[in-house]
């Protein structure tokens, strides 16, 4: 893979990273904003170093937005530890979770006949990292497929460990799937993943699909939407460069589909109006919510019950409120990530 197109960026979620950003927090001084990063860097691993930054900036913190905000993250951080333990979890499988290429495959131990398809982004999350995510979902009654790719392509030119090219990676997905006699297939890409988990999931049999913050058109004539990736997007392989409603326009409207989207982003709200007034998606808009639609979710306590809508196959999404959750409101401004 030429290196021009190798994504990198030090808030990817890998162990070496992790350990990077883990030293950094032990350090005697750090700033308030330091911190803070540092925080919700941590918070997005679900690693215990998170809990004592917290702490302390909330109790030592002059600016009453950071005390709000490393409140709010310790309550979410809370929240986090009642269904994951980073120090608990298999040293060998957090390895293949922290991989930034090929797959994980997580069967139940009760044979499932559903399977929910996880296209990760290109920081190799859900925003939350990949072994959280897993066992927040290990609730549901499906089996998961964390699909991985590090390229600025984001699955359209294949993904290294899974496809040569990017209809490859739905053959696979469709290969995986009869190996282990799923019989339904579901599937959610968040930010950067999400083209190309919409268009797998509209080229494939497919269930249902779940998507957050995400582009749903590649069409040349509408790069404007996000001309700091148009000179990646040129190069990708022109049958994907296409407007996803298109598709859409064409699609069963018994599967079900839903996008959830932060009103504060301009590019994100453009994609959703893309895709708005047809039967066969439905849009959610997030008011005062950014990118992270992920993690503005989580604290309105909304994520898992969409996961919940999607593999069960109904159409009662959860609905965000006209206002975010408080812990969500606090963290207005931050970073995001993506």
């Not at 960026?9 to 990063?37: C, F, G, M, N, Y």
């Not at 503005?296 to 969409?306: E, I, Q, R, S, V």
């Not at 069960?312 to 206002?323: A, C, L, Q, Y």
């Amino acid at each position: 893979m030429p290196s021009d197109i190798t994504f990198d960026s030090p808030q990817q979620h890998t162990l070496a990273l992790l350990e990077l950003a883990l030293k950094d927090a032990a350090a005697e001084r750090l700033s308030v904003r330091k911190a803070l990063d540092l925080s919700i860097l941590l918070h997005s691993h679900g690693h215990p170093a998170a809990g004592p930054l917290d702490a302390q900036l909330k109790e030592n913190a002059p600016d009453p937005k950071a005390r709000a905000a490393a409140a709010a993250l310790e309550s979410s951080y809370r929240k986090i530890r009642t269904f994951f333990r980073f120090e608990k979890t298999n040293p060998v499988l957090m390895e293949k979770f922290y991989r930034t290429d090929g797959y994980l495959y997580l069967g139940k131990d009760k044979p499932s006949k559903r399977l929910l398809v996880i296209f990760t982004s290109i920081f190799n999350n859900l925003y939350f990292s990949n072994a959280m995510i897993a066992a927040m979902l290990s609730k549901l009654d499906c089996d998961l497929l964390f699909l991985k790719d590090s390229s600025r392509y984001a699955y359209l030119q294949g993904a290294s460990g899974i496809a040569g090219d990017f209809t490859g990676i739905g053959d696979r997905i469709q290969d995986i799937a009869r190996k282990n006699g799923i019989k339904k297939i579901f599937v959610t890409g968040f930010s950067s993943a999400g083209f190309a988990a919409l268009l797998t999931a509209l080229r494939i049999p497919c269930a249902g699909y779940l998507g957050f913050s995400q582009s749903t058109d590649r069409h040349p004539d509408t790069m404007a939407h996000n001309p700091n990736r148009a000179d990646i997007f040129g190069q990708a392989d022109p049958r994907w460069k296409i407007n996803l409603r298109t598709l859409l326009e064409k699609a069963d409207p018994a599967v079900p589909r839903a996008l959830y989207y932060g009103e504060l982003n301009q590019t994100d709200v453009a994609y959703a109006r893309n895709v708005e007034g047809l039967s066969t998606i439905r849009t959610f808009a997030m008011p005062n919510i950014g990118h992270n639609t992920i993690r503005a979710l989580f604290a309105m306590d909304m994520l898992l019950p969409a996961f919940e809508t999607l593999v069960n196959e109904r159409t009662d999404w959860p609905v965000p409120g006209s206002t975010p959750a408080p812990q969500e409101q606090a963290l207005l401004g931050l970073r995001e990530g993506a």
